[in-house]
């Protein structure tokens, strides 16, 4: 076997993907996979999804890029969808999570400049991630991501996640803005009080500071809400957005409500693919199909079932040591690594993937069958009973 000529940013990779077809994935030799991650959260629709596909291949058929030069009009649709969907003013198109939140903290940024303050900050929080790009990964809470790339960009401080008086402590009159999951995905599926984002919300009128949600995993219908701030009857200043959003075609969204909308001014920011028509129109068919009552009930409904079975089953059990999730974002802590687990699944025909060390992270497909739901819990409930007999 010749060397690879990919860099070795994903470890060994043993499994080739061929082929997708519901919340299923088949490798090169025909094994069907339950995909209980959907991509890292990217395919709530599953794979091969009818809508999705009809939208990629019609525009693909029509018009793949077009500079933002030009109006765009599937662009054009898709930014009054989301603004329908969100209660944001207005949206800037990427083509990733991390885009989206350096469109974020650029907007923060220039929202302390225009001020008049020479050097913002925002506050983050601990465990948090936000993305691999430079300015992402600074404001990202995790040491070991960051290990090896120092200089890290500066202005963030870093606090404890879902602790206000941290933050209060932390800031100083350079503080502009504070900038949060609301529940921490690669930090171990954290979720936080419920009204957390509230008291986030208040704390930022009162101070004039903007509120930035990074919604890269929570939206896109994953918390049982098409943003998970909904289900707090507040509007952050700033949010971001992408995974879900184009079902697997790469794209990302920053959108911005109030003063915050009208920061960016022409060549202030920009991007050459961000919203191109072939990723706005599929998008715009993802949008349509999970901004629907039924669709978002069904998250809800099936998380719950989820969560109150891996609760009953597990929660009592010794080295179990929390159950905890909201809607179809589920994480499972044990007392010990659990890395095993997860070649041990794909092993029985299961994907799933571990944060933090020892959080089984369960982010499964929206379209997932009340008999599929059954099989993958006792799955993972058999898996977790191995793990902890030191069997796996």
Not at 90 to 115: C, H, L, M, P, T
Not at 176 to 195: S, T
Not at 263 to 273: A, C, E, R, Y
Not at 283 to 293: F, G, H, M, R, Y
Request: proline share 3%.
């Amino acid at each position: 076997m010749t060397e690879s000529a990919l860099m070795n940013t994903y470890g060994t990779r043993s499994t080739t993907i061929v082929k997708g077809e519901g919340p299923y994935l088949v490798d090169a030799d025909g094994r069907r996979y339950l995909d209980a991650i959907a991509g890292i959260a990217v395919c709530g629709l599953g794979y091969s999804h009818p809508a999705v596909t009809e939208a990629l291949c019609d525009q693909a058929n029509t018009l793949i890029h077009c500079s933002n030069l030009y109006n765009i009009e599937p662009q054009q649709k898709l930014g009054d969808a989301l603004i329908n969907a969100s209660g944001m003013d207005k949206v800037f198109f990427s083509n990733s999570g991390a885009e989206a939140n350096e469109a974020a903290i650029k907007i923060a940024r220039k929202y302390g400049q225009d001020k008049g303050l020479t050097s913002p900050e925002i506050i983050v929080a601990d465990r948090s991630f936000h993305g691999r790009t430079m300015a992402t990964l600074s404001a990202t809470g995790n040491s070991k991501v960051q290990a090896g790339f120092a200089p890290l960009v500066s202005g963030f401080k870093h606090v404890e996640y879902d602790n206000l008086a941290a933050i209060e402590a932390a800031a100083t009159d350079n503080t502009v803005a504070i900038m949060v999951e609301p529940v921490q995905g690669e930090g171990g599926v954290r979720v936080p009080a419920n009204d957390y984002l509230n008291k986030l919300r208040e704390l930022c009128d009162n101070k004039g500071w903007l509120l930035i949600l990074d919604e890269i995993q929570t939206g896109n219908g994953r918390c049982g809400s098409f943003f998970a701030y909904q289900q707090n009857n507040i509007y952050p200043d700033v949010v971001t957005t992408a995974k879900g959003l184009g079902n697997g075609v790469p794209i990302g969204a920053c959108l911005a409500r109030g003063a915050a909308a009208s920061v960016l001014q022409p060549g202030n920011h920009g991007s050459t693919f961000g919203g191109n028509p072939l990723a706005s129109r599929t998008a715009l068919a993802v949008v349509k199909e999970i901004n629907t009552e039924t669709m978002l009930k069904r998250v809800n409904e099936l998380g719950d079932k989820l969560l109150f079975d891996f609760k009953e089953q597990l929660s009592n059990l010794s080295g179990v040591l929390d159950v905890r999730g909201k809607g179809l974002m589920i994480g499972i802590e044990l007392d010990c690594d659990c890395s095993k687990l997860v070649e041990k699944a794909k092993e029985e025909g299961y994907l799933i993937n571990v944060t933090s060390g020892n959080v089984l992270r369960l982010l499964p497909p929206f379209i997932l069958t009340d008999d599929e739901a059954l099989r993958l819990t006792g799955a993972i409930v058999s898996l977790v009973h191995q793990a902890l007999n030191k069997s796996v």
